[in-house]
């Protein structure tokens, strides 16, 4: 079982960058593929990033890449998600997601854990 910590959110304008962390418990946290979801307000939760148990695989929604970099270090239990040139419609909760083994998962059922979010709000 893993535990799953997000920090990092806050308020940004347009245009600024963000660095999102989850902090991960456990001894087997390389062995989980790791995402990143975001929910915003009346709207479900959607997928953002994935990355591969040992970081080589990565994964990305449309409305992200280019933008958005997800990244982990196995060493130290963490993920990131660095977000760049923020848009408004970036807004929402963000989530990380964990599930055992190697995959690249998109859709929020299959992942295990979930941590409690992190608010990102971006004005224009």
């Known amino acids: 079982q893993v535990q799953l910590v997000e920090s990092g959110g806050g308020l940004v304008q347009a245009g600024d960058s963000l660095s999102l962390s989850c902090a991960a418990s456990?001894?087997?946290?390389?062995?989980?593929?790791m995402s990143w979801f975001r929910q915003a307000p009346g709207k479900e939760r959607e997928f953002v990033a994935a990355?591969?148990?040992?970081?080589?695989?990565?994964n990305y929604a449309g409305a992200v890449k280019g933008r958005f970099t997800i990244s982990r270090d196995n060493a130290k239990n963490m993920i990131y998600l660095r977000m760049n040139n923020l848009k408004p419609e970036d807004t929402a909760v963000y989530y990380c997601?964990?599930?055992?083994?190697?995959?690249?998962?998109?859709?929020?059922?299959?992942?295990?854990?979930w941590g409690q979010g992190t608010h990102v709000t971006v004005s224009s």
């Open positions: 990355i591969s148990t040992g970081g080589y695989g990565t």
């Open positions: 997601a964990a599930r055992q083994g190697y995959g690249l998962w998109i859709s929020r059922d299959n992942y295990d854990y």
């Open positions: 456990g001894r087997t946290f390389s062995s989980y593929a």
